[in-house]
């Protein structure tokens, strides 16, 4: 059995849809974003940094939501989640799943954490502010990249595509950032993956409420 370190609202909930894809057995341990708030020390020895996902297992622990993707694909073949090692498709899934986790979520990050990204507060709406550029200028890229596929990798569904999900549910016009309809690629494969009964399951929060 697995064990995943699970809050609303984070990368967790794509690892969650992940472990529904695959059936296998997990439990979720209830933990929070907020890092004023006490984390559950177990996570807190795997992941110092304080956030989540972070996944356990007999004999492991890792964190960093693109890294538990390959590691769970990988370990569960038979699910036909990602492209197997010498699969010509394979370094495209790599290559996305690096992209959204460094460049996407990054952007993400100035717009949701500016006090991180400035020295005083009065730098923080120009972290902001760029920010929200950078969203723009990387969810361009995806959308030029994904052209007129079905799915991330072409005419086959992988993890990619609930990672992609999972970050366009962090849009939020309140913050300035671009709205899903400027990239309509995304919103397609977004759309697509949002009938899915494990991300209908795991996202019920957000689809009641996109503003969760």
Known sequence: MYKLFYALRSASMGVRVILEELDVSYELIESTTDRSKPRPPEQMAVNPNGWVPVLLWDGGAMYECAAITVFLCDRHPEADLAPT???????????????????VQNAY????????????????????????????????????????????????????????????????????????????????????????????????????????
């Open 85 to 103: 090692i010498n699969d010509p498709a394979r370094a495209l899934y790599l290559q996305t799943l690096v992209y959204f986790s460094n460049s």
């Open 109 to 212: 990050q100035l717009t949701y954490y500016p006090d991180r990204f400035a020295d005083t507060p009065a730098g923080e709406p120009g972290a902001q502010q760029r920010g929200n550029r950078r969203l723009r200028e990387t969810w361009k890229v995806i959308d030029d990249q994904i052209g007129g596929n079905d799915w991330m990798l072409g005419d086959r569904f992988s993890a990619a595509d609930i990672y992609l999900f999972m970050l366009t549910t962090w849009l939020r016009s309140a913050k300035g950032h671009p709205a899903i309809e400027e990239f309509p690629n995304v919103k397609r494969i977004a759309d697509a993956v949002l009938e899915r009964p494990s991300v209908q399951m795991v996202y019920e929060p957000w689809i009641a409420n996109p503003n969760y």
